[in-house]
């Protein structure tokens, strides 16, 4: 569709849009060569007694669809006839880059252009706009669709509200707001790599300082980490790596001065960041407030001659697989590790009462560097994760660098939450039954329906080991069973405390062994609908403020399972052997469940097949079901 020209002659005010005539497509079909749209240029320069501009002829000539003006000079009004040309040209890109534009200029460039069907992009950087003028590119932005590149200077007025306008048109959702550290506007790309990069920085400052610095600043590191992505819905904006150093340098500063402020009652340097001022007096205060009140811990435990001691959870020792390539320390309780003594205690990851590293908070940030330093692309999302896991992780005691893993890939990659199989299960072996499984057959089969199989997305959850047994028995049932009561069951059978991340796969066969499943419509949580936090269902103890327990268990009681069965069979193998199995219980639609170890450089693979030299770095325990 073609446009009538306006000339300045016209009595139509600047800025309205004008109606098509036919008289303007007559005309427009006229020009059908260069040298029509050249013989137009010219009238229209001379109707208005201008000068014709040599450097857009030539590029006229040459039949280009991008025209460059970079730092020319157009005269007073000699953008408007070359507007009046490209309204009737298929030109897709217009720089004017450093041109000394008005803003009546930009109000005929809105005029001519409202409705241009080929024209993509517009540079302007480096062009003195005002903000009337700024009104003028919003108001085009936002009726000629076609356009998706406003290139202007970061200062520009409305220069948030126009990126966003094109990029809409673009069909891509924008994210911006201001620095963090200069409050310059800024448009978010995760080409950056600021998170990754910003905390790199961070991490390495903290362990330069040493073991027991690390211990007495990680959740203080977090904390701040999170107040800096809040105050942008939980996006971290920074403009230049200059920025991204300078905010890297305050945190550490802050982390310093708050230590200093609270230790030695010595007057905080602040720094001119109001955010992290405000992080600075938060963390001085509270652990001011932890060592008052261990203080006062201290001094009833001296007047009442007792020594406080933590109630040990019981569940025996955790065997450890020999196929994880960075589990190899584990200390005895008179041993002394690569960093530091170990001491009693109950390991903070798997909960069990054992000998704990002393430098748990200076490997996990070695951890987290080394996984970061392999790729430092780290989503808003994977650090706003990392932060609030570690802030409600509490103190970091991990009883191995197997336990140190398994946080830091939980914190970074939200998978896992699937403990080692501790080495005295007891499940029997399905050989046991008097089931033949000699029979394997060559044709493809399939229990469930595919075409209905409902796949679910752990969302940053540690229920990895729950929802697989539920998906296992929502095939046998025939309806989608809830996983957090047996996510719930699993960790009060097996006495995890609050703070243990996940539980072995057979805690969560356990819950279904003893206790039973129900379907998610009698369940006070559908994570279909909306996802519950995880201290609604962590506690099965606490069940009964927001379900009728006893009403729960009744149903759950008659889906409970007979019995839980290691595979082996007549094959020398574990893929003929399960094939053997699933085709025997076949009609009864029985799953087999499987952990394993999987590496995050696996998801990279072409068509997700795995050459047999394939490695296993990054690696964390999941669970499937076959």
């Given at each position: 569709?073609?446009?009538?020209?306006?000339s300045?002659?016209?009595?139509?005010?600047?800025?309205?849009?004008?109606?098509?005539?036919s008289?303007a497509?007559?005309?427009?079909?006229?020009?059908?060569?260069?040298?029509?749209?050249e013989?137009?240029?010219r009238?229209?320069?001379?109707?208005?007694?201008?000068?014709?501009?040599?450097s857009?002829?030539?590029?006229?000539?040459?039949?280009?669809?991008?025209f460059?003006?970079d730092?020319?000079?157009?005269?007073?009004?000699?953008?408007?006839?070359?507007?009046?040309?490209?309204?009737?040209?298929?030109?897709?890109?217009?720089?004017?880059?450093?041109c000394?534009?008005?803003?009546?200029d930009?109000?005929?460039?809105?005029?001519?252009?409202?409705?241009?069907?080929?024209?993509?992009?517009?540079?302007?950087?480096?062009v003195?706009?005002?903000?009337?003028?700024?009104?003028?590119?919003?108001?085009?932005a936002?009726?000629?669709?076609?356009?998706?590149?406003?290139?202007?200077?970061?200062?520009t007025?409305?220069?948030?509200?126009?990126q966003?306008?094109?990029?809409?048109?673009?069909?891509?959702s924008?994210?911006?707001?201001?620095?963090?550290?200069?409050?310059?506007?800024?448009?978010?790309?995760?080409d950056?790599?600021?998170?990754?990069?910003?905390?790199?920085?961070?991490?390495?400052?903290?362990?330069?300082?040493?073991?027991?610095?690390?211990?007495?600043?990680?959740?203080?590191?977090?904390r701040?980490?999170?107040?800096?992505?809040?105050?942008n819905?939980?996006v971290?904006?920074?403009?230049?790596?200059?920025?991204?150093?300078?905010?890297?340098?305050?945190?550490?500063?802050?982390?310093?001065?708050?230590?200093?402020?609270?230790?030695?009652?010595?007057?905080?340097?602040?720094?001119?960041?109001t955010?992290?001022?405000h992080?600075?007096?938060d963390?001085?205060e509270?652990?001011t407030?932890?060592?008052?009140?261990?203080?006062?811990?201290?001094?009833?435990?001296?007047?009442?001659?007792?020594?406080?001691?933590?109630?040990?959870?019981l569940?025996?020792?955790?065997?450890?697989?020999?196929?994880?390539?960075?589990?190899?320390?584990r200390?005895?309780?008179?041993?002394?590790?690569?960093?530091?003594?170990?001491?009693?205690?109950?390991?903070?990851v798997?909960?069990?009462?054992?000998?704990?590293?002393?430098?748990?908070?200076?490997?996990?940030?070695?951890?987290?560097?080394?996984?970061?330093a392999?790729?430092s692309?780290l989503?808003?999302?994977a650090?706003?994760?990392?932060?609030?896991?570690?802030?409600?992780h509490?103190?970091?005691?991990?009883?191995?660098?197997?336990?140190?893993?398994?946080?830091?890939?939980?914190?970074?990659?939200?998978?896992?939450?699937?403990?080692p199989?501790?080495?005295r299960?007891?499940?029997?072996?399905?050989?046991?039954?008097?089931?033949?499984?000699?029979?394997?057959?060559?044709?493809?089969f399939a229990?469930?329906?595919?075409?209905?199989?409902?796949?679910?997305?752990?969302?940053?959850?540690?229920?990895?080991?729950?929802?697989t047994?539920?998906?296992?028995?929502?095939?046998?049932?025939?309806?989608?069973?809830?996983?957090?009561?047996?996510y719930?069951?699993?960790?009060?059978l097996?006495?995890?405390?609050?703070?243990v991340?996940?539980?072995e796969?057979?805690h969560?066969?356990?819950?279904?062994?003893?206790?039973?499943?129900?379907?998610v419509?009698v369940?006070?949580?559908?994570?279909r609908?909306?996802r519950?936090?995880?201290?609604?269902?962590?506690?099965w103890?606490k069940w009964?403020?927001?379900?009728?327990?006893?009403?729960?268990?009744?149903?759950?009681?008659?889906?409970?399972?007979?019995g839980?069965?290691?595979?082996?069979?007549?094959?020398?193998?574990t893929?003929?052997?399960?094939?053997?199995?699933?085709?025997?219980?076949?009609?009864?639609?029985?799953?087999?469940?499987?952990?394993?170890?999987?590496?995050?450089?696996?998801?990279?693979?072409?068509?997700?097949?795995l050459?047999?030299?394939?490695?296993?770095?990054?690696?964390?325990?999941?669970t499937?079901?076959?």
């Amino acid at each position: 569709m073609m446009f009538c020209p306006i000339s300045v002659n016209d009595n139509t005010t600047v800025g309205e849009v004008p109606p098509c005539s036919s008289a303007a497509s007559t005309v427009n079909n006229q020009l059908q060569s260069v040298d029509d749209f050249e013989g137009f240029y010219r009238s229209e320069c001379a109707q208005m007694g201008i000068n014709v501009n040599n450097s857009f002829l030539k590029q006229l000539q040459s039949g280009k669809l991008v025209f460059n003006f970079d730092n020319g000079y157009l005269g007073e009004r000699g953008i408007i006839p070359i507007l009046m040309t490209l309204q009737r040209l298929p030109v897709a890109g217009l720089s004017l880059r450093g041109c000394k534009l008005s803003t009546e200029d930009i109000a005929q460039m809105q005029l001519k252009l409202y409705h241009h069907t080929t024209l993509q992009k517009i540079d302007l950087r480096d062009v003195q706009i005002s903000v009337s003028a700024a009104r003028r590119l919003s108001s085009l932005a936002a009726t000629n669709t076609c356009l998706t590149e406003i290139l202007l200077n970061e200062d520009t007025p409305k220069y948030l509200s126009i990126q966003r306008q094109c990029s809409s048109n673009a069909n891509i959702s924008l994210v911006a707001s201001r620095c963090l550290v200069c409050g310059r506007a800024v448009i978010y790309s995760p080409d950056q790599r600021l998170e990754g990069q910003i905390l790199l920085s961070i991490t390495k400052a903290l362990m330069y300082r040493g073991e027991k610095y690390c211990d007495d600043v990680l959740e203080m590191l977090f904390r701040i980490l999170v107040k800096c992505c809040d105050c942008n819905n939980g996006v971290l904006f920074l403009c230049s790596c200059e920025c991204r150093d300078a905010l890297s340098d305050d945190i550490v500063a802050v982390i310093e001065t708050a230590l200093n402020g609270c230790q030695d009652s010595t007057k905080a340097s602040y720094t001119r960041n109001t955010l992290l001022q405000h992080c600075l007096m938060d963390n001085i205060e509270r652990m001011t407030r932890a060592q008052s009140r261990t203080g006062v811990s201290s001094s009833r435990s001296r007047v009442s001659g007792k020594t406080s001691t933590k109630t040990p959870v019981l569940r025996g020792a955790l065997f450890f697989d020999s196929d994880s390539s960075e589990s190899s320390d584990r200390c005895g309780v008179d041993e002394r590790s690569e960093f530091g003594v170990c001491s009693s205690d109950v390991c903070s990851v798997c909960g069990i009462t054992t000998t704990c590293l002393t430098d748990g908070a200076y490997r996990f940030l070695n951890q987290i560097y080394k996984d970061v330093a392999l790729d430092s692309y780290l989503r808003p999302s994977a650090l706003l994760h990392l932060s609030r896991v570690v802030i409600k992780h509490g103190p970091i005691r991990p009883c191995s660098q197997e336990c140190v893993e398994h946080l830091a890939r939980f914190c970074l990659y939200s998978y896992g939450g699937v403990h080692p199989r501790n080495g005295r299960t007891g499940v029997k072996l399905l050989s046991s039954l008097d089931v033949p499984l000699g029979q394997l057959t060559n044709d493809n089969f399939a229990i469930v329906n595919f075409a209905s199989v409902h796949v679910d997305d752990m969302h940053e959850e540690d229920t990895c080991c729950a929802l697989t047994v539920a998906s296992a028995m929502s095939d046998i049932e025939g309806e989608v069973i809830d996983p957090y009561m047996i996510y719930a069951v699993g960790r009060y059978l097996a006495k995890c405390t609050p703070n243990v991340l996940g539980m072995e796969l057979r805690h969560a066969c356990d819950a279904a062994l003893l206790v039973g499943c129900v379907p998610v419509c009698v369940s006070p949580f559908d994570r279909r609908k909306e996802r519950p936090r995880r201290d609604l269902y962590l506690s099965w103890e606490k069940w009964s403020s927001v379900a009728d327990v006893e009403s729960l268990i009744r149903i759950a009681f008659s889906r409970r399972r007979q019995g839980l069965y290691a595979i082996d069979g007549p094959y020398n193998n574990t893929f003929d052997n399960t094939r053997a199995v699933l085709w025997t219980f076949r009609k009864l639609r029985r799953a087999v469940l499987v952990v394993m170890l999987f590496s995050v450089e696996w998801l990279s693979f072409p068509n997700g097949v795995l050459p047999n030299e394939a490695t296993i770095g990054r690696s964390f325990r999941t669970t499937f079901k076959v």
